[in-house]
């Protein structure tokens, strides 16, 4: 009898041995199995290179403007301090800006036209998605409808009218334009602009994007306002 | 009392080493099932212990239970109420009751062995 009583117990505890076993495994399972083949490790690293690359760049423009500083400490102190912060308000979209760039024009779709449909503005979305699209290109400077885009600059509707920069932006027609680091970079961004699946996103909000041939010299307007900056202070003494 | 051990141990083993995985949806109502085995399994030791335990009410507890738990569990996720929070709690509770009684009883058949050893 007891005998028995004790394989009913070790038959139990089996069961609830492997169910314990078994919950453990499916609590433990998180960490997802390595499935990427061969070409995406290899797109992994290619980017992962580009960073580097990218990374080196950086330190050895860094590097640079340290041995400015090193050989003008001695002769002249503020002319290497005021490059710097010219070359900082270059980057922060402060100053006009002249260079090889592109002027598009986004306007009404001939086909809209000719159906008669009234023309709305762009939506911010679609603007959005183009400038993240251009961004894809390092460098550049845009400007949209006159409004320089900074670091800081919001796309948005505000009551109903797109707004860059909180300025709205016109019913199309209306330009932007772009300036890139060299006539290469400004040759591909035209090449990559005139063959963008974008352009359908355009055409179905019945606009059209007209790619200006590149040109050598465009100049685009400086960021007019102030920027904003809520936590840095200027230093005092020293 | 060690085959029993052994069973379990046994059981953990083949459950880890199979590497079976349930899906992740499913893996609350097999703790549920498994917080209600442990009950029927401390009601069992008790019901041993107190001389009053029948296998057949242990064998059809354990899979009663388990189902009764994983229903419960299946039914509040359809109504959209935590069903499987009165499961854990009835559980749980009794789980406490039950270990507390097992201690009980363990305690005093010790406590009497002591008594008479003393005596002789």
């Known amino acids: 009898m007891k005998k028995k009583t004790f394989s009913r117990f070790t038959i139990i505890l089996f069961l609830i041995g492997l169910m314990v076993g078994i919950q453990y495994n499916t609590i433990n399972e998180p960490e997802s199995r390595e499935s990427h083949d061969i070409w995406e490790l290899r797109q992994e690293l290619s980017r992962e290179k580009q960073l580097h690359s990218e990374l080196l760049s950086e330190i050895s423009a860094l590097d640079e403007t340290l041995v400015k500083y090193d050989n003008a400490s001695s002769a002249s102190p503020e002319q290497a301090l005021k490059d710097t912060v010219q070359e900082l308000r270059i980057s922060a979209g402060l100053t006009d800006m002249t260079g090889p760039g592109i002027e598009i024009t986004i306007e009404p779709s001939p086909e809209a036209m000719a159906f008669g449909y009234e023309i709305e503005g762009i939506s911010p979305d679609l603007l959005i998605r183009f400038v993240n699209e251009i961004n894809r290109f390092k460098g550049l400077h845009v400007s949209i409808d006159g409004q320089r885009l900074v670091n800081n600059t919001a796309i948005r509707d505000i009551n109903g009218a797109v707004t860059v920069n909180a300025r709205p932006v016109s019913t199309p027609p209306f330009a932007i334009k772009i300036i890139s680091p060299s006539t290469e970079d400004n040759q591909k961004l035209y090449n990559h602009l005139l063959g963008s699946r974008l352009i359908d996103d355009f055409f179905i909000d019945n606009l059209n994007v007209a790619v200006q041939e590149p040109s050598e010299k465009l100049t685009i307007e400086a960021f007019d306002e102030a920027l904003p900056v809520d936590f840095l202070n200027a230093s005092e003494g020293e | ?120």
């Open chain 2, 1 to 120: 009392m060690w085959l029993s051990i052994l069973g379990l141990i046994l059981g953990i083993t083949v459950g880890l080493m199979a590497d079976i995985r349930i899906p992740p949806e499913y893996a609350n109502y097999l703790s549920i099932a498994v917080l209600a085995s442990l009950d029927t399994l401390f009601g069992g030791i008790r019901a041993h212990l107190q001389q009053t335990y029948d296998d057949k009410i242990f064998v059809s507890g354990f899979f009663f239970n388990i189902a009764l738990a994983a229903g419960l569990a299946f039914l509040g996720v359809h109504l959209g109420v935590d069903l499987y929070l009165a499961a854990i709690f009835a559980f749980g509770v009794r789980l406490f009751h039950n270990i507390a009684i097992i201690r009980r009883l363990l305690l005093t058949k010790w406590t009497e062995k002591q008594k008479v050893r003393k005596t002789i």
